[in-house]
């Protein structure tokens, strides 16, 4: 039996996308080994694989960095991999190298968005354009999902480098297909006359939730006050968004983590995502899968899923006027509301797990 490596910097990379695709290799006859940084219990549906601990860390400076290029080699020298598959940019970055050192074949990336992209910070150019630049000519295949990142992995790529891109890592449509709209509605006591916004992350700057509360603030200014803003997550930026939120009278839920994402989806009227950088976001596509119109930032990665006047509308980012008036041109417009969730029940066929999977099975042939 075939024996393959899938390597990440954190266990919830694995559990969040990657357990379709271990048991489609497994399907395909692969031993499927696991290499990160565990730390919690391993899911159940994975007892049965091998799991090594790596010293990784998501700062790529940090002093267990050594420690766990030196654990890769190890791991790579007294393992017989066919494959190793790399996620995540610092786990990608050290790991190739272990690789390289230890002359591996079969190395695959999957880039789920570069951390650097136009309009990023000088710093991550200077930092993940770098590193990936160099880690590039050890790698056999890279595996892109949006647009931006396939034309920039192929003017970086060696001779020898496969560049590909596939629609994200799979969406089970079928478990987003039916949210029970009527629990939500009477748990946060949502009335009818009530037009609801949801956005669905970590409470982050990048995730940007402030440039939502500054729309509507405007829109209250002008009378407008029937939306209720729903927060799904956890972050940093609560407090500030709590402020923001009492400031101006805003009607807000801070939900938190939450395991009813679908249910959350179908009590919205529209899903929000003011993102400054995305790789391809799969909230989106989980808003599809249930019809629902959108409201993004004009970024990589949503720019590949929404196209404006069609599934959704694009705002610039930190433009609140702009998010204010295309908020109430949805207000006002429900025809146009229904359109967009015809489109959309169409569109997100093509971000399903099942052809995602086959176009990775090719890819590992």
Known sequence: MKRILIVTTIQNTIEAFLIPHIKMLERNEYEVWIATNIQKEIPEELKNNRWI??????????????????????????????????????????????????????????????????????????????????????????????????????????????????????????????????????????????????????LNKNKNQIQLLKAVSLLKNKGINNIRIVLVGVGNQKNILEEEAKKNNLKIDFLGYRKDVKDIIAASHIICSMSYREGLPRNIMEGMAQGKSFIVTNIRGNQDIIKSNKNGLLVEVDDFKETAYKIESLIKDRNMISKMAENNFIDVNKFSIEKILKEMEKIYE
């Not at 601990?53 to 017989?80: C, T």
């Open 53 to 202: 601990n790596i010293s990784f860390s998501r700062n790529p400076f940090s002093k267990n960095s050594f420690r766990a290029i030196k654990e890769m080699k190890e791991l790579i020298k007294n393992n017989n991999f066919e494959v190793i598959h790399f996620h995540t940019p610092v786990a990608s970055f050290l790991g190739r190298y272990a690789a390289m050192k230890k002359k591996q074949k079969n190395i695959i990336y999957t880039a789920h968005g570069f951390h650097f992209f136009k309009g990023a910070p000088l710093k991550n150019w200077l930092i993940y354009y770098s590193m990936e630049k160099l880690a590039i000519n050890w790698t056999d295949k890279i595996i892109t999902i949006n647009e931006e990142d396939f034309q920039r992995a192929q003017k970086m790529a060696r001779k020898n480098t496969k560049v590909y891109k596939i629609d994200g890592v799979g969406l089970s449509l079928e478990n987003y297909r039916n949210g029970n709209f009527n629990k939500i509605k009477e748990e946060l006591k949502i009335s009818e006359n009530e037009f609801v916004i949801s956005m669905i992350g970590e």
